[in-house]
């Protein structure tokens, strides 16, 4: 993950740096796009709660460059395509500087398609690592952040002597 984040992080931050840039601009606008309906949809009031609490506390301590940041919720839907369409508009109307995406990694690819180079677009849930679209920062763990170090322990301290499931011919 870090080699991804190293990799992508100095092209976000050229794209970043044109919109702090800008003179006029006073309020970074940050478009969060969240499924609010859907299996996915369970995640909207935790995912928006949280999102809103960090901008809060980040206006109350300077904002972002010391600019203050405001919160766009943006609804995702149900599938690939509905995420795209979500993140189309207010791009193009330039209502929104990036996009925050707390969504199913089925619908990641579509959404890095259609902002392009538009916009910062930041990746936040857990997902495969396998991500290569240079225009995507994931800040997620994998699987494989997650489970190892408890499964390196258990052979080490439990004296654990066989993985699970295991594959069989």
């Excluded at 902002?115 to 800040?139: C, K, L, M, S």
Aim: aromatic content about 8%.
């Amino acid at each position: 993950m870090q080699s991804d984040l190293r990799r992508t992080a100095p092209g976000f931050a050229a794209r970043f740096a044109d919109i702090v840039r800008r003179q006029e601009l006073r309020m970074i606008r940050i478009g969060l796009l969240i499924a609010q309906s859907g299996a996915s949809g369970i995640w909207a009031p935790s995912s928006e709660a949280c999102a809103q609490l960090a901008v809060d506390e980040i206006n109350a301590h300077y904002g972002l460059l010391g600019d203050e940041v405001d919160l766009t919720i943006i609804d995702a839907g149900r599938s690939a395509a509905s995420a795209a369409a979500a993140v189309d508009l207010p791009i193009g109307l330039d209502e929104i500087d990036a996009v925050v995406g707390m969504i199913p990694s089925y619908q990641r690819a579509s959404v890095s398609t259609m902002i392009g180079e538009r916009v910062p677009f930041i990746y936040t849930p857990q997902f495969e690592g396998w991500e290569h679209d240079r225009a995507i920062v994931t800040v997620g763990e994998t699987a494989h952040e997650l489970l190892q170090p408890g499964i390196d322990w258990l052979f080490e301290n439990k004296a654990a002597s066989r993985r699970w499931p295991k594959i069989s011919a």
